[in-house]
């Protein structure tokens, strides 16, 4: 097949919008959309960022030859993936998106068929939108290319066959064998090269706005006509991608639009892992294909039942849904509609299909526990090696040779299988200065948090990084610039934080290991001033403490006294420590010292052991956001946690890169 099906192609062409200025002396056109769901237009950030600089909030119109009779529409702004106002002219794929809304109401329009699957196609895809025309009117084009090459996560690269005009940017890319759209137009060719397009997944880079937005987009196309054939499900039916679907065992676009729809009335998951685990489930516990791109809404979980590009099955699908319909029931939710489908849909299959659905149960881990388990008195106890919980870690490298301080960086997850294969990392270059570093782990660690956390219970964090850089205020990072009311934005009041040594990689060595075995063995923990009052630092002060000790510094761990100290605990094998991050008086402790050491003690003292202490110190920040009380002993303290029976992995001992 060379060329789309004529009436999805149609279907397309109406949807498609080009962008100009509400001005009159600014007729030029800035560039292409198209609509995705009611109101909601999808095109290039890059489109509208030399227009919208000094002022996002700018109105503006846009017009589509088969849309509200071809009179333009005031339109803004409503998100898009950069990160404030670029500079540049060049947008990275990644970033390359922004979401219009229309301004007017009761607008009626075509909205395209956005792919539900994760992974990239191949083959076919057929593009169209406007361009200017010598007089600056916007006229419509078509091309036809070929997908042939793929760009890290969302580029997508076009055969050099077909030449995109100026203004196309932003233009859908149908994917000609599913009669779905795929991606979004970025680039012309550039000498040999054929053109770049944004792969449709990239969306989910949006976050809650995404989910929102596909549960609109699904809403109206379960309500568009089901029998005329002048829609877009009705004629996926006759294309090849669609496989067979006369019903039964089959999965058919249709029972696709139905099941969609009623998802799109569930409420958002509890982040990533739950639509992962439930689709792995529902595959017979079977991973999806690598390569597939993290799944942040239940239709995501739908997109990765295909099996390389073969449509799903009714056994697969129906066992997906009705796993959906357990986890909402189990927190709480009445999905009444969707199991009421799923039930209906049931008549049609064979046997085994009926009772692999009706049987369906969540998998471990997915979620409310059936009783306490994990809790130990006021708190949750701290993950140990091998109990299958998860937990995200930051390494913080210093560039060697660095004028000032800067960092490489990496991100894992020790989940007790391979902590080796870092998920992200920066390890080239000049590095990250520590005042960039929280503006560079957001995305990545807003990735992983979602991957692994479960309801209710978020992964723990711990950094690692050097002893002269313990200062560093982890637990007042903000992973978001805008948190909701019932959220508190600081990382260290939603999930436990805790900083261990960098230098601690690979076999842990006696001295560590020994006083962790006598800690873990010597019940309640107590304080101990570090250093004693009026003395400096000896390390026989360190050697010399009881196995239940835990060092407590009322003063910074990384400069003067407070880091020789440090160092000292540090050699002596501690694993547990807590101290001061915000400074110390010059000439001796005062008041606040005391209240700060009063204040460790009890907290150490109610702890049955050292598992309780990462959360005990979070409910402890909790308390205090909620009271806004900045004078608190605990609101600059950090807590040191390295756990020799979960090292950090060895780096191998090869070159390091610097400057």
């Known amino acids: 097949m060379t060329d789309s099906d004529s009436v999805i192609d149609a279907l397309t062409r109406a949807a498609v919008v080009h962008f ?149 940017s932003g233009s859908p890319v149908l994917d000609v064998h599913t009669g779905s759209v795929v991606g979004v137009l970025k680039s012309r060719r550039a000498g040999r090269d054929g053109g770049m397009a944004i792969a449709a997944t990239a969306l989910r880079r949006f976050g809650p706005v995404y989910q929102r937005l596909m549960a609109a987009h699904d809403r109206w196309h379960g309500q568009s006509p089901k029998i005329t054939g002048h829609n877009w499900i009705e004629r996926q039916h006759q294309l090849p991608g669609a496989g067979v679907h006369t019903g039964g065992d089959q999965w058919s676009p249709r029972d696709r639009r139905e099941a969609l729809a009623l998802l799109s009335s569930v409420p958002p998951p509890d982040g990533i892992r739950p639509v992962a685990e439930l689709a792995k489930k529902a595959r017979g516990s079977v991973a999806a294909p690598p390569g597939q791109l993290p799944p942040h809404a239940w ?65 471990p881990g997915i979620g409310r526990p059936a009783g306490p388990p994990g809790l130990s008195r006021l708190g949750v106890r701290y993950p140990r090696l091998g109990d299958g919980s998860a937990i995200v870690i930051v390494e913080l490298e210093p560039v060697a040779d660095a004028v000032a301080p800067r960092f490489y960086w990496r991100v894992r997850v020790d989940d007790g299988h391979d902590l080796n294969e870092p998920l992200h990392e920066e390890q080239h270059g000049d590095g990250v200065p520590p005042e960039r570093l929280v503006r560079r782990l957001r995305g990545p660690l807003a990735e992983v948090f ?41 990382i260290g009041v939603r999930r436990m934080v805790v900083l261990r040594d960098i230098t601690r990689r690979g076999e842990p060595d006696a001295v560590w290991v020994r006083r962790w075995r006598e800690m873990e063995r010597s019940g309640a923990l107590t304080a101990v001033r570090t250093p004693p009052p009026r003395q400096v630092p000896r390390a026989r002060h360190f050697e010399e403490m009881g196995p239940s000790a835990v060092p407590v510094l009322c003063r910074p761990a990384g400069s003067g006294v407070g880091r020789r100290a440090m160092r000292m605990a540090l050699d002596a094998g501690y694993g547990v420590a807590l101290w001061h991050t915000d ?77």
């Open 583 to 659: 400074g110390h008086p010059d000439h001796g402790c005062t008041d606040f010292c005391e209240r700060l050491h009063d204040g460790a003690a009890r907290f150490l003292e109610q702890a049955a052991d050292p598992l309780e202490l990462p959360d005990r110190l979070r409910r402890i920040r909790d308390d205090i956001s909620g009271s806004r009380n900045g004078g608190h002993w605990a609101e600059g303290v950090a807590l040191l946690y390295d756990d020799p029976d979960r090292p950090l992995p060895g780096d191998g001992g090869g070159p390091v890169d610097s400057p």
């Open 20 to 168: 100009a200025s509400a001005r009159p002396e600014e007729p030029a056109m800035w560039g292409t959309g198209f609509f995705v769901a009611p109101g909601w237009v999808l095109t290039c950030a890059h489109v509208l960022a030399p227009h919208l600089r000094g002022d996002l909030g700018r109105v503006f119109q846009l017009s589509g030859s088969e849309v509200n009779g071809g009179e333009p529409l005031n339109a803004r702004l409503d998100h898009w993936l950069l990160d404030g106002e670029p500079a540049a002219q060049s947008v990275p794929v990644e970033a390359d998106l922004a979401l219009v809304r229309v301004l007017d109401s009761g607008v009626e329009h075509e909205c395209v068929w956005l792919t539900d699957r994760t992974d990239h196609p191949g083959g076919r895809g057929v593009v169209q939108g406007y361009r200017p025309r010598a007089d600056r009117r916007a006229v419509r084009w078509k091309a036809t290319a070929r997908i042939n090459g793929f760009d890290d996560d969302y580029g997508m690269r076009f055969v050099p066959e077909a030449e995109f005009p100026k203004g196309g």
């Open 450 to 490: 979602a991957s692994v956390d479960s309801p209710g219970t978020p992964a723990p964090l711990e950094v690692a990084l050097p002893a002269d850089h313990f200062d560093t205020a982890v637990h007042r990072w903000q992973l978001t610039e805008m948190a909701r009311l019932h959220h508190p934005a600081y």
């Open 299 to 363: 239709r995501d979980g739908h997109g990765l039942l295909y099996e390389a590009g073969r449509p799903v099955a009714a056994i697969a699908a129906l066992h997906y849904l009705q796993l959906v319909v357990e986890y909402e029931r189990d927190r709480g939710g009445d999905p009444a509609a969707l199991a009421d489908w799923v039930a209906h849909r049931l008549q049609d299959v064979s046997r085994i299909v009926h009772t692999v659905v009706t049987q369906a149960s969540l998998p």
